[in-house]
């Protein structure tokens, strides 16, 4: 990228993550020096906020970076929609959880992301559409929505991957799944539909889905224009669990207990509201759901990687 007259805004969030690790709005511009002909910083004040400046002043720039985490993120681009805009996008993770930048390959640490910001390299990946809101890797509903999020930062670096399935299905999902009816949701997608009792269901563009469930590099393309859609059906009794989790494991998506397809344009209707999360934030409960993936909607500056199909020019 030539970044010879650019405009670029930073939109930082001096409340994301922990403070051991939160960088100062002052040491990333330090970082990134004289990068461009123009770079403002606005900080967020509330939640909300990142979209409102996005939205508000977005298109006056060429470059939006967003220091914060997958919610600061989420606001920003839901901003730059609002606008009618797409500028180039930059991320520094500083969340607690940084789902999205792990996927995207996206150092975690200030100056390695800056980094990355600074090659300039471009990769357009696809986002997509919650009925009037927009999410740009993961949207769920049912008892395990929280289970990356309410696990341990200590634990998860202790022991991985293994932690949410303590976490989440031993301390949380199964115990909430055994006074947890089921329910009865109606699934179109892509022309097929699918209408049965489900406790769980995940519509993500990531590489691990709510922390439970992990997709193969053979699986997941960032730009292809369709989502990975996981539901878990109806079980006999709770201790059909310890299965599912080992076909979790194995990645089994055999379609009796654990549903699994590719789609580009879902609706889930519900008996009643649900809560549903997006990007690991609350959505709010919504009783009719539509979804369209959009292809290539966001160009974000990252590196290359396996998950991006290449395009010719």
Known sequence: MNWENKKIL?????????????????????EMGALAAQTDVAATAYPGHAKEIAAKTGANYDVVICCGGDGTLNEV???????GCS???GYIPTGSTNDFASNMSIPKKMPQAVAVIKEGNVNACDCASFNDRSFTYIASFGPGVAVSYSTPQGVKNMIGYSAYMINGFGFQTIPTMRALKPKHIKVEYDGSTLEDDFYFGTVSNTLSAAGLFKFSEDEVRFNDGRFEVVLIRRMKNPMQMFSLLVKM????????????????????TFEKEEVWTLDGESSGKVKDVEIIVKQEEIKLLCPDSVYFEKREQ
């Open 77 to 83: 681009i839901n901003g730059l929609k609002e606008a």
């Open 87 to 89: 500028p180039e996008i």
């Open 10 to 30: 930073l939109i930082y969030n001096p409340r994301a993550g922990m403070n051991a690790r939160r960088p100062k709005a002052r040491e990333i511009l330090d």
């Open 249 to 268: 494991r194995r990645h089994e998506y055999d379609g009796d207990m654990l549903v699994h397809f590719r789609a580009s344009h879902l609706k889930f």
